[in-house]
């Protein structure tokens, strides 16, 4: 984790210092070492959040793009009493969960169910298969064209096989990252995809983003569910004759 309570205040690591678990309440010590991203680690095997795995550097850089108190955000369903912790909560009520590894889909729908208004984040670069799937995008997606003017909207037919099999019947909007963990940073800009939920005109809603431009749009709070929805409307509503690769 990448925050832990400090006498009262949630707090980054720092050597030496002692924090706990604001989820279980056990004790944590900070991994502050010159490799990898600096961290909270439980320091016994805990009863914490059922949802919780071992994280990558590549998880915990996604989660330090966000203002510390978006990050970690303890979530209780009063009704129920369930607990969880997300990985980014906005004030805008999105929740955005951060995938690396693979997530049964039993526990995947448990997460929708529970967040209701969330985005993922997928490491597509995880399985090289992945990655070499969506390196033709270009010539698998063609572009809505709206009154002669470029959208950045794709439309495809063949949602499994540019994307993992596993995501693409998500009721959320999944972004998946083909950058992954190793990537290099002083490179040209490569685009996330982020796969609309459900159909449209029967195939399925694909936008390119850079990785600034989603950041932009979730810290701007600009992307939601009902952001999504009324653009998958929009679509929906046009007529498709203009349409290139």
């Keep these: 984790m990448l925050t832990a309570d400090v006498n009262g205040s949630r707090c980054r690591p720092l050597p030496g210092a002692v924090g706990s678990c604001p989820f279980c309440n056990s004790e944590m010590i900070?991994?502050?070492?010159?490799?990898?991203?600096?961290?909270?680690?439980?320091?016994?095997?805990?009863?914490?959040?059922?949802?919780?795995?071992?994280?990558t550097d590549w998880h915990r850089n996604w989660k330090n793009e966000f203002p510390l108190r978006w990050q970690e955000y303890l979530f209780t369903d009063h009704a129920t009493g369930e607990r969880h912790i997300a990985d980014v909560h906005t004030l805008a009520g999105l929740t955005v969960e951060f995938q690396h590894s693979h997530l049964e889909p039993n526990e995947r729908r448990a997460r929708e169910t529970f967040y209701k208004n969330m985005l993922w984040i997928v490491d597509g670069s995880r399985l090289e298969g992945n990655r070499k799937k969506i390196t033709e995008w270009r010539n698998k997606l063609a572009e809505i064209i709206q009154n002669q003017h470029r959208t950045n909207l794709f439309l495809t037919d063949n949602a499994d096989d540019l994307f993992p099999a596993n995501w693409t019947n998500s009721p959320a909007p999944v972004c998946f990252d083909y950058m992954g963990p190793k990537a290099d940073s002083s490179s040209d800009p490569q685009p996330l995809f982020l796969l609309y939920p459900e159909t449209v005109h029967r195939k399925r809603l694909v936008e390119p983003l850079t990785r600034d431009g989603l950041l932009r749009s979730i810290l701007s709070e600009r992307l939601n569910m009902?952001?999504?929805?009324?653009?998958?409307?929009?679509?929906?509503?046009l007529r498709l004759g203009g349409r290139r690769r």
């Design 226 to 237: 009902n952001s999504v929805r009324g653009i998958m409307q929009n679509v929906a509503s």
């Design 30 to 55: 900070p991994r502050c070492g010159e490799v990898r991203v600096h961290h909270w680690a439980h320091k016994s095997k805990a009863d914490c959040d059922p949802w919780w795995e071992p994280e």
